[in-house]
């Protein structure tokens, strides 16, 4: 488990980010979420403050395109007498 640390492109704050493939991501905030101007905003004007930083995205969009954010490899046991999970 590889948490690498990134700041919004926009707003600046410090996330902690791990990628396990294109669709998976996890964002761990280092300071309150509602700190983002972008998500404060959000949920001032919607009342929704679980919606993420648009911002924040496309900075994770682009250091995983700039090779900045690799993928975490999780070590799945592979073979025939691996018991699958569903
Ligand atoms: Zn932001």
Redesign the pocket.
Known sequence: MTMQPLN?E????AVLVEKFSAAHTSVQWMTEASE????RDTARSLGDTRRG?S??HR?IDRAVARNELTESRIDLPDGPDVPRLH
């Open positions: 919004c926009t707003c600046g704050s983002c101007p972008m998500i930083c911002a924040l900075t």
